[in-house]
């Protein structure tokens, strides 16, 4: 019996390495600078082990409207997953989406929320205001694993199993025709932190540009 006992204890201890490898991702744009809400999507190949993880239960998510800007800019949800749209605005909102990921309209007077929307299919969700033009965020609906880097550019993926990863980045702001970045990491194993680094080339934030017209509206 206690042959057993010590058996299980070395098959759980030796379960640990297959935890431990990380990838720190940090994107730049052409100046240097660090970029926030960046996607950063981690893909991986079949030679990575399976992580053995339980799916995560469903979780609602916010995005509200203050200052007639969407807030998150971007955020990143799971198949299944729900989203609130809040109004903290004096003004009405008319938010909606023509996605194929998701179509949907709400119309929201100030200090209200939509009901709870799920967000059934995977794809990328953009979102706007019909009444405030430059108003708008994006939805990435992922089964992978995904990030969206802070201000300080920087995302970290940690219990990686050993394996070839396919690292994809995307921003909101990158220039039409542009091939999305892309990069192939390997991850040995325990104790082993891979970096990978991203230089984008953005166009200017678009929010900037209030729709003057129906500020009163």
């Not at 200052?67 to 909606?96: A, L």
């Not at 929320?113 to 799920?118: E, F, G, I």
């Not at 994006?138 to 201000?151: D, F, K, N």
Request: hydrophobic share 40%; net charge negative; aromatic share 8%.
């Amino acid at each position: 019996m206690r042959w057993r006992l010590v058996l299980a204890w070395l098959l759980v201890g030796s379960a640990g390495p297959v935890w431990a490898g990380q990838l720190v991702v940090r994107v730049s744009d052409t100046g240097g600078h660090a970029v926030g809400d960046a996607i950063v999507t981690l893909v991986p190949a079949a030679s990575a082990a399976s992580t053995g993880a339980p799916v995560p239960a469903p979780q609602t998510h916010y995005v509200d409207q203050r200052d007639e800007t969407f807030i998150p800019y971007v955020q990143v949800v799971r198949p299944g997953d729900k989203v609130v749209f809040r109004n903290s605005d004096g003004t009405r909102h008319h938010v909606y989406s023509f996605s194929p990921a998701k179509a949907f309209e709400f119309m929201l007077k100030p200090g209200t929320s939509s009901p709870p929307l799920v967000l059934d299919n995977p794809g990328l969700i953009a979102v706007g205001c019909n009444i405030h033009d430059h108003m708008i965020a994006y939805l990435l609906v992922s089964p992978e694993q995904a990030q969206v880097t802070p201000p300080q550019g920087q995302v970290v993926f940690a219990h990686l199993p050993p394996g070839r990863y396919t690292v994809k980045v995307w921003h909101p702001q990158l220039r039409p025709g542009e091939t999305q970045p892309n990069a192939v990491e390997t991850v040995a194993g325990e104790g082993d932190t891979q970096q990978a680094a991203f230089t984008l080339s953005l166009m200017p934030d678009p929010r900037g540009f209030a729709d003057r017209e129906h500020l009163d509206y």
